[in-house]
């Protein structure tokens, strides 16, 4: 089963759900279960001249009522019904609409880390051609530095290769990038590249010779190899993410890894200029229900 969450009200995300939605299968339909707003729905669906009875085989879990939280609570319905067999698909939101016991969260990750109580949740991306996993995500870019340890870098990564090897497909190559200007040029513009080097020994340990690195994080790309599955594996958010949609565009996945589900979304925002114009780009949505289905498929 896929459990759907609405996302921020005023966004686009139901509207490229509801545009990728009547473009599934009848099979492909049935999995889908989407918590939402009945009043947010009937709203979208007047804005984008969309019938009804379109989505007269939409199986709707929960009406929630349109509040200014309508992300927090279409996601807190959902997580009381999923189980570990089930795909959570979250739309875009706000991070001002993410309440957990009446604290703002920086972002989805950061609220699955406050609710399960679990901080080995990794932030990952997959591309058409690259895989991307974030040590650190939504954080301000001076505590970066203080944050890498080599036990952040090792759990991190082995939460991402088991998990991807058991979703997707396991990696031929590892590649990591330093967090200093050339990797620190060995310690003379920075010392902490020798925790990024202390994980990789220990996850050789396990994992074998899989691991390279570290390198500059801006010349990290040139080791990109359409002929393997690679992970890339960045420091900070918008070094790994920059060049990630740079090269994918819209069509990307947001995976998070270490809940007692999948949870995957688009790799792009609420966009609320395009909100109610029948204007958003699709695309990145097809992507995902078609990873979605791919490993529902693989694990029937």
Do not use: W
Request: aromatic share 10%; net charge neutral.
């Amino acid at each position: 089963m896929i459990y759907v969450t609405q996302g921020h009200e005023a966004g686009i995300g139901l509207e490229i759900f509801l545009k990728s939605f009547i473009l599934l299968s009848h099979e492909e339909k049935k999995e889908i279960r989407l918590v939402v707003s009945k009043s947010d729905l009937a709203k979208n669906l007047a804005d984008l001249k969309l019938s009804p009875k379109l989505f007269n085989d939409l199986k709707i879990v929960e009406n929630i009522e349109s509040t200014k939280f309508s992300s927090t609570n279409s996601l807190v319905t959902a997580l009381a019904l999923i189980t570990p067999k089930d795909i959570l698909v979250t739309l875009p939101t706000s991070k001002d609409q993410l309440i957990f016991k009446g604290i703002s969260c920086a972002g989805y990750t950061e609220f699955f880390r406050a609710y399960y109580q679990n901080t080995n949740i990794s932030m990952t991306f997959k591309g058409l051609t690259q895989n991307v996993l974030l040590i650190t995500d939504h954080i301000p870019l001076k505590e970066v530095a203080s944050q890498i340890t080599a036990d952040l870098i090792q759990n991190k990564v082995q939460l991402t290769l088991d998990n991807f090897k058991k979703y997707f497909y396991p990696f031929n190559d590892v590649v990591f990038s330093g967090i200093n200007p050339h990797a620190g040029e060995n310690g003379i513009l920075g010392n902490e590249e020798i925790h990024i080097k202390t994980a990789m020994a220990n996850l050789e340990i396990d994992y074998g010779s899989l691991f390279k690195g570290p390198f500059s994080g801006d010349t990290l790309h040139h080791y990109l190899d359409s002929s393997k599955k690679q992970l890339f594996v960045y420091m900070f958010h918008d070094q790994g993410l920059a060049q990630f949609k740079s090269q994918h565009g819209l069509i990307g996945l947001n995976i998070t890894l270490g809940l007692p589900f999948l949870r995957l979304s688009v790799d792009h925002g609420t966009a609320f200029d395009l909100y109610g114009k029948n204007k958003a780009n699709v695309t990145g949505m097809l992507f995902l229900f078609q990873q979605a289905f791919e490993v529902i498929k693989c694990h029937q």
